[in-house]
């Protein structure tokens, strides 16, 4: 038998080196399912962590407020930013104003209407996806338009009063009338009668560990609500001296 034959016999009776040959050929296969878990798993919980940072911002602000000389808590513009920071903080490593928009709305019912009276924002991103979905406090005339009227620009001066001189013109600025209240179409969420409902929408892009080539681009959506636990004021925000800047929804800051 020639010298080559052998070789070739010797070859293909060789064993060696079978197994880091298939964990070579597995290894790819077996890499990108890792990940793929890694990249769900983490999803998942980013997921959970913006739904409970919208219940703790709904939950926050129905209960925030400082009882005045009738024994109704009156509700600052201090108070509402404190319970944005709160937001900032829980969201502070999945850098939520950086890549989300947080929109606290004050649902309100009054003589049989239901109406956003005021909405105070957080968050960088803007446009649709990102701003809200389910209303706005617009200007038309002296009267509350409906949040659906686009041609009416955003009021930042909705349920505030805007004079100094000591007289209040916030019933000039009452918002915006929402027909069957706030919400998806088959889970609109209503104020009781004569009292209010903390609203809140978070959007929020979400940044994968591995980048986008494994899931591609995320986008998540949380809603939270809850009645304002006390006897709350809902003439207006007040902002007694010393003043709090407002959180308005014109603005775009983390």
Known sequence: MSAPSIRLRRLGADRRGVAMLEFALSLPIVLAVGLYGIEVSNLALTNLKVSQIALALADNASRVGVANQ???????????????????????????????RVILSSLEESGGVQRIHWQRCIGLQKGAGYDSSYGRTTIKGS??????????????????????????????????????????????????????????????????????????????????????????TFALVSNPSPTAKRSTCDLYTS
Do not use: C
């Not at 620009?153 to 505030?160: F, K, N, Q, V």
């Open 70 to 100: 009738l024994a109704q808590q009156q509700l600052r513009e201090y108070d509402i930013n404190d319970v944005l920071q709160a937001t900032r903080l829980q969201g502070a490593d999945i850098k939520l104003t950086t890549n989300g």
């Open 143 to 232: 009267t509350p338009s409906t949040a659906e009227d686009t041609a009416a620009s955003y009021d930042p001066t909705a349920g505030i009063n805007t004079r100094t001189d000591g007289t209040d013109d916030s019933a000039s600025h009452p918002g915006s009338v929402i027909t069957g209240g706030m919400g998806d179409p088959d889970q609109k969420v209503l104020a009781p009668k004569n009292s209010g409902v903390m609203f809140v929408e978070i959007n929020y892009r979400y940044v994968p560990v591995t980048g986008t080539w494994l899931l591609g681009s995320q986008q998540l959506r949380s809603v939270a609500s809850f009645i304002v636990r006390d006897r709350r």
